[in-house]
């Protein structure tokens, strides 16, 4: 009840904090055009998406956005009428389709029980269907705290930043498994000239881990 409150009350303000830090989610949209080839002809599901930014820029041949916030999905539904947007929460999630790739965008660190919800990705998720999971890495939580604190960044409101070796042991139990995991995002501004080693780092070893945004791309297991 915390995460929905602060989300409704966030929801006004939520594409200003995005506009003003467009740098971050620019590269986030990158991102999953990237790991979504084709999304015109995807079915594809994005579970907390918020005012529907990310969902609407993919443009799938079929689109579904759920938010637990009814005022973020207000938004959404006045955003793009092209989507289909609904209230719903992950852990008490009702779908009965299926879906090429679903999507969890800087959603996992929100979620109240992670256990139930990573279990019910089972209902909408066929063999073939692609996860999609990306999240802040936990080690930049003293920085992004930082940056909240001056009114640099979204305020976060209740999260918990699950490591890999925590998410994994969920994933496993709930018959998932991580088919690729990388970084993106260095410098999360475009500082001159430092801001191009965003192209590159994720590339090299030793810094990769580094990056500000943290992902994975997750099926289910087969026998």
Not at 100 to 119: G, P, T
Request: hydrophobic fraction near 40%; proline fraction near 4%.
């Amino acid at each position: 009840k915390k995460i929905i409150t602060h989300f409704d009350r966030l929801a006004n303000s939520y594409d200003h904090f995005k506009e003003k830090n467009y740098y971050y989610y620019d590269n986030l949209k990158e991102l999953y055009c990237y790991l979504i080839p084709n999304a015109k002809n995807k079915r594809i599901l994005e579970i907390g998406c918020g005012t529907g930014a990310l969902i609407s820029y993919l443009k799938p041949k079929y689109g579904v956005g759920i938010d637990p916030s009814k005022n973020m999905i207000k938004i959404a539904m006045k955003n793009n009428k092209e989507i289909k947007f609904e209230v719903m929460s992950m852990e008490n999630i009702k779908i009965n389709e299926m879906f090429d790739y679903i999507l969890l965008a800087d959603v996992i660190e929100h979620l109240s029980d992670i256990d139930e919800a990573i279990k019910n990705l089972n209902k909408f998720s066929s063999e073939d269907s692609v996860i999609i999971l990306s999240m802040a890495n936990p080690l930049w939580e003293p920085i992004l705290l930082l940056a909240e604190k001056f009114g640099l960044k979204m305020p976060e409101g209740p999260h918990y930043r699950i490591g890999f070796k925590k998410l994994n042991r969920i994933l496993i139990k709930n018959d998932f498994k991580i088919i690729q995991k990388g970084y993106r995002l260095l410098i999360p501004m475009k500082v001159p000239i430092i801001y191009h080693l965003n192209k590159f780092f994720y590339k090299i070893p030793f810094i990769r881990g580094l990056g500000l945004i943290e992902y994975y791309v997750i099926k289910k297991k087969t026998v």
